[in-house]
């Protein structure tokens, strides 16, 4: 009997915590149903999101750097994946060309069934639609027989937006729910790996919960179902499905 090709997942963080708030649910979900989970970090947040480092003085960016990737892997391990930084920089963050091979090399690799980044929006952060807009453009490229000719190409996999810190202002409207109630325990626990950022740990509990109240009135308030958590997406392409159900 031949072999079944395991399921993977790839997951493009504009800095090292991103990926945390923001699909931490998701990632630890689908690790534990056997995904091989990767994730990308653009950059560390060196400049922008890491005040509580700066501010106990005697900080250099290097130091910086390092104490954000460490919280990064920590967390990366309590939710199963694996992780690699590629050191874009921060605030801002840009990419060349080569970035963006370097990433379309990363899908070959992994071979993902679904990707996770940013919206495509966010008047508040510049790095999060370039990360998004890097995504797409390198899942195309990977996607391109005449690029590495030779190499197997990726399919298709669905891209799913995660949620933006004020989604009102980046038009960004949620139509998947990702119940995470059975996994919320690991994401609350990766969470709290990023010290650096501890201001962020209350919202993103409101809003994994806010987003668990949606998805059980969406399966339906008489559903047997138990939702206490949830992570909201939004996806760019169509579903290809021959059920509605």
């Given at each position: 009997m031949e072999k079944m090709a395991k399921k993977t997942g790839l997951v493009v963080s504009a800095h090292s915590a991103d990926?945390?708030?923001?699909?931490?649910?998701?990632?630890?979900?689908?690790?534990?149903?056997?995904?091989?989970?990767?994730?990308?970090?653009?950059s560390y947040g060196e400049r922008g999101e890491s005040a509580k480092l700066w501010r106990k003085g005697n900080m250099t960016e290097s130091l910086v750097k390092q104490k954000r990737q460490e919280e990064a892997e920590a967390a990366a391990e309590i939710l199963g994946a694996s992780i690699e930084f590629f050191d874009l920089g921060d605030y801002p963050l840009r990419a060349d060309k080569e970035t963006l091979f370097r990433l379309a090399d990363v899908f070959r690799a992994i071979q993902p069934h679904f990707v996770l980044t940013h919206s495509v929006m966010d008047p508040y952060n510049y790095d999060h639609p370039l990360a998004a807009n890097l995504t797409q453009e390198a899942r195309i490229i990977a996607q391109a027989e005449g690029y590495r000719p030779g190499e197997p190409i990726i399919g298709a996999p669905p891209v799913y937006c995660f949620e933006p810190h004020q989604p009102e202002q980046c038009n960004w409207k949620p139509d998947v729910l990702l119940d995470i109630t059975s996994v919320w325990d690991k994401k609350y626990a990766a969470i709290q790996c990023m010290a650096g950022q501890e201001h962020l740990w209350e919202y993103y509990t409101r809003v994994a919960l806010q987003r668990g109240v949606q998805a059980k009135r969406n399966v339906g308030i008489a559903s047997p179902k138990v939702i206490s958590h949830g992570e909201g997406y939004q996806s760019l392409f169509p579903r290809v499905t021959e059920d509605l159900s």
């Open positions: 990926f945390v708030w923001r699909a931490g649910g998701a990632i630890a979900l689908h690790a534990s149903q056997g995904y091989d989970v990767h994730v990308v970090c653009l």
